[in-house]
């Protein structure tokens, strides 16, 4: 059962900006949860990208996006955001949502998060 949606990938050029959105549905209330932000590459595994505490709004990013990727949340409009700039080709991927009640050693690790997008495709080319 889907309880997060994601939207706002698409197809941008090296260098473009993109802004992804995920909504809680079903009852899924994001302000109980830790929110991240995941992608995978074809034939890559998944890998971290971004995530905002539950508390307090602090934030946590992968090395590679540091700098250039934003993650925020809205939990009036119980949405989370990636505002991602600029995008590089290696920035290509299926990126999901995900919301878990997890702690902070673990906030860059998948297997602690419960619920699931079913993500959105972004693609950086020219």
């Known amino acids: 059962q889907v309880q997060l949606i994601e939207s706002g990938g698409g197809v941008v050029l090296p260098g473009g900006s993109l802004r992804l959105s995920c909504v809680g549905i079903g009852g899924t209330n994001i302000r109980n949860y830790e929110m991240a932000w995941f992608r995978q590459a074809a034939g890559k595994e998944r890998e971290f990208v971004g995530a905002v505490r539950r508390v307090g709004g602090h934030t946590y990013y992968a090395e590679s996006v540091k700098g250039r990727f934003t993650v925020s949340r809205d939990n009036a409009k119980n949405t989370v955001f990636l505002q991602m700039n600029g995008l590089k080709s290696e920035d290509t991927g299926v990126y999901y949502c995900?919301?878990?009640?997890?702690?902070?050693?673990?906030?860059?690790?998948?297997?602690?998060?419960?619920?699931w997008g079913q993500g959105t495709q972004v693609t950086v080319s020219s």
């Open positions: 995900a919301a878990g009640q997890i702690v902070l050693s673990g906030i860059r690790d998948a297997s602690g998060y419960r619920l």
